[in-house]
């Protein structure tokens, strides 16, 4: 192993993670005040524009082009752009509503929840620890739908969301910025359409008169496109299970953020379910760890 190279991995992917966890929870928290719809739509949009830009610093537009023309890929990068999507527009709901714990629950048992689909439609094998892992998990969602009030559906819906999206990006060999980029020129009709609905109902913050404001806003762009780039560059340079472990600087970051900097309340029912959650990770971790 190249240990320069290794610790090149492990740095970008901590950077990567450590932004989504942070500065981009801080970042969409802050700028919620424009409306939830209205982040979504700017994210799309901006997402699109700096995947347009590097696609063509990085001379990939011949990568793109194969892809669009590949029927099966094309037609998968169409769903995971609702998914995609849909993930998107329920974090910033999250956030924007203050459920930044119950989302990074979601972040929590995603890796999980995605080695039980990679068993049930990829064949992938499990170890004892791996299913010892996901029947943790189910413990502690059975545990929260006895407790229904408590019920973190944002969370839900974010894990299940993002597992499938993987799923179905695992069932094609397509690098992840071109794929962004086609799932983003999938969802920029629809976004567009969304953001004349919002200058038709006076409801845009996006305008010339607020210069600043239009710079913030156009910052969503970079803050989905640079962390992701940090992290797949560190999955290249140290591999998956390493940046895997990486990853979960993330929720711990958006937990940690949302119970001691927004005050969040965390009940006793979500806290037992995320101390069953965070045994199960603590498994997998070490089950990562031991095979890698």
């Not at 980029?181 to 004349?196: D, G, H």
Request: with cysteine; glycine share 6%.
């Amino acid at each position: 192993m190249n240990v320069t190279r290794f610790n090149k991995g492990i740095i970008s992917s901590s950077i990567g993670s450590f932004w989504w966890g942070v500065l981009g929870t801080y970042y969409f928290q802050y700028i919620t005040f424009i409306g939830t719809f209205e982040v979504v739509v700017h994210r799309s949009i901006w997402t699109c524009v700096i995947l347009i830009i590097t696609t063509t610093i990085f001379k990939k537009w011949h990568t793109f082009k194969k892809v669009i023309l590949h029927k099966s890929s094309f037609f998968i990068l169409f769903i995971t752009a609702i998914l995609i999507f849909c993930n998107w527009t329920v974090w910033i709901y999250a956030v924007a509503t203050n459920k930044i714990i119950d989302a990074s629950f979601g972040y929590f048992i995603f890796p999980i929840l995605s080695v039980f689909f990679g068993y049930i439609f990829l064949k992938e094998k499990l170890n004892k620890k791996r299913i010892i892992s996901i029947f943790l998990v189910l413990i502690s969602t059975i545990y929260l739908l006895f407790n229904f009030s408590s019920l973190p559906w944002t969370g839900f819906s974010v894990a299940l969301l993002w597992s499938v999206y993987n799923l179905l990006r695992k069932k094609i060999n397509v690098e992840t910025d071109i794929g962004l980029l086609v799932e983003s020129l999938f969802i920029l009709p629809l976004v567009l359409i969304f953001f004349y609905i919002i200058i038709q109902n006076n409801q845009n913050d996006f305008t010339f008169e607020n210069l600043s404001l239009m710079s913030l806003i156009m910052l969503a762009g970079p803050m989905t496109v640079i962390p992701l780039f940090l992290y797949i560059k560190g999955v290249e340079l140290s591999g998956l299970g390493p940046s895997g472990m990486i990853f979960f600087i993330t929720p711990t970051s958006q937990f940690l953020l949302g119970f001691f900097y927004y005050n969040e309340d965390l009940n006793f029912h979500k806290l037992l379910s995320f101390i069953i959650i965070w045994i199960a990770v603590s498994i997998y971790l070490k089950d990562l760890y031991e095979n890698n």
